[in-house]
């Protein structure tokens, strides 16, 4: 008779909405059969948390980086340990921010979903938003590859910066000295620009657009209106 494997360790994987990096964390059975279980990123920041609440029950608690609220989804043990993939969505967008199962499955389901800012603006409707969709989208995922890089930081050290878009601009922002910080992303020229940065830091507690030739030519920004 052939052995069967009973797993006792699944993989949660979620992005941070402080430092907007991606985790893996693993997930012991037996861990969570004493109770309650949390999960920290590398940066500090709580993520979720995970409780027994029957005897092969799991409520699992996510901090969502799309809508800041916290969402809260129930398993069975099978669901979890059972060898498949189960998917957790943010109910303000329906877009998925959390996926459990085994680590190697887990990995390779992160790599094809994590797509462009293109495509995710268009599920979100955002894609008549902007002036300039190509260019916007070029800027904001050349702004991950920075972030994820660990070449966009504020000059307060504390390296929490949201990113808000605006129809012909993105302002950075720092959540912890409310530094600001203006790319436009309208042109060619604006994306030539931001392209040539190798590294962008906020001044700490400070307004400034980071293109100062164009200074002259826009107005404030509407987060101080």
């Not at 949390?38 to 409780?51: D, E, F, P, R, W």
């Not at 996926?99 to 995710?120: C, S």
């Not at 060619?188 to 620009?193: K, R, Y």
């Amino acid at each position: 008779m052939p052995a069967v494997l009973i797993t006792t360790r699944t993989t949660l994987a979620l992005r941070c909405p402080d430092c907007g990096q991606p985790g893996f964390f693993p997930l012991s059975r037996f861990e969570l059969n004493s109770g309650k279980h949390k999960v920290i990123c590398s940066c500090g920041t709580h993520l979720a948390t995970i409780t027994k609440t029957g005897p092969k029950n799991f409520s699992l608690h996510v901090e969502c980086p799309l809508c800041e609220a916290r969402h809260q989804q129930t398993f069975k043990a099978f669901q979890l340990w059972g060898g498949g993939i189960q998917k957790v969505a943010c109910e303000l967008s329906g877009l998925e921010i959390a996926l459990i199962g085994p680590k190697e499955q887990v990995r390779e389901n992160i790599r094809l979903t994590d797509r462009p800012a293109k495509e995710m603006a268009e599920d979100l409707g955002y894609d008549k938003h902007f002036l300039n969709p190509e260019i916007m989208y070029q800027a904001l995922d050349f702004l991950r590859e920075l972030a994820e890089d660990g070449r966009l930081d504020c000059g307060c050290g504390a390296g929490h910066i949201d990113v808000e878009a605006y129809p012909d601009r993105i302002e950075l922002f720092c959540t912890e000295c409310e530094a600001v910080g203006i790319l436009f992303a309208e042109t060619i020229q604006d994306l030539q620009l931001l392209q040539g940065m190798k590294e962008l830091q906020l001044e700490a507690r400070a307004y400034r657009y980071l293109d100062q030739k164009r200074l002259c030519r826009r107005g404030p920004s509407k987060r101080n209106t």
